[in-house]
């Protein structure tokens, strides 16, 4: 059945600090990352995140990206529009909106768009926020041309921000969000208001870089009600171990492992 998404709590508290706004409009934070293991709501809070700023900001610009076109419709924008679909038919809040396959427009005039990776069609854009799924995937330089060409004009610095929700990448390959990690976690401190929440080893998940104004949470354990004991001893079986760390674990991985196991190379020594 269709309905409100309900958060689990440690989900609340981060969106409450990532959009955090002071009483001016102001954004706490330009860049913020949501990565956790494979299915733990990263797109569903995204698309969720980028409807609530285009429904709260009129004439608001949001751009929804991911490793191509075809993602950024179906990972973060259709989730969006079969919501303003859902407000039309039940005569909700929203109602009016106008939608189709790759854009959406709202009754304050805000336009929330699904594009691909065409750098040269989105140069000159002042987006509100920038939504990017899966962004371990963007290693080609026409991927990494197109965020640096969304990036927060400076026009709207301070009122717009970008939204990367993702799990880990290749060590060596995934350059641009290891520039990321880098940045929000190993040059960043653990928040203050969130050292309760810490992985299976104590370590913080919840990071900030306030040089960069960068919010991260960075999270290698599976919190959701679904993420089963039972579901993760079947995909321990059926992947390869530095997959499986990767996806269900979110750890880095090499790209060595992806091809050869780990055991197999020691035991050539």
């Not at 989900?11 to 913020?32: D, H, M, P, W």
């Not at 653990?190 to 998940?205: A, K, M, Y």
Request: aromatic share 12%.
């Amino acid at each position: 059945p269709t309905g409100p998404i309900r958060l689990a709590d440690h989900q609340r508290r981060i969106i409450n600090e990532a959009l955090f706004r002071n009483e001016k409009g102001r954004v706490k934070y330009s860049t913020i990352i949501f990565s956790a293991p494979k299915k733990s709501g990263k797109s569903a809070i995204a698309s969720g995140t980028a409807l609530y700023t285009a429904s709260k900001n009129p004439y608001a610009q949001v751009y929804c990206l991911a490793n191509d076109g075809k993602q950024s419709e179906d990972r973060l924008y259709l989730p969006v529009s079969f919501c303003l679909k859902q407000h039309h038919q039940r005569g909700l809040a929203l109602k009016g909106s106008r939608v189709n396959e790759i854009e959406a427009w709202l009754p304050n005039q805000s336009h929330i768009q699904a594009i691909n990776c065409d750098a040269s069609g989105e140069a000159g854009s002042e987006p509100t926020a920038v939504y990017i799924s899966e962004i371990w995937g963007y290693d080609t330089p026409r991927k990494r041309k197109l965020f640096t060409e969304m990036t927060i004009p400076p026009t709207l610095w301070g009122y717009a921000y970008r939204w990367i929700e993702t799990y880990a990448g290749y060590v060596g390959v995934s350059d641009l969000l290891e520039d990321l990690y880098r940045m929000g976690v190993k040059e960043g401190t653990p928040h203050t208001d969130f050292l309760d929440l810490v992985d299976d080893e104590g370590v913080p998940v919840v990071w900030v870089n306030e040089k960069a104004h960068m919010f991260v949470y960075w999270d290698h354990v599976p919190r959701m009600i679904w993420q089963n004991e039972d579901y993760y001893k079947e995909e321990a079986h059926m992947l390869e171990p530095a997959e499986f760390q990767r996806m269900h674990l979110n750890q880095w991985a090499s790209p060595l492992d992806v091809y050869i196991r780990a055991e197999w190379w020691n035991a050539c020594q």
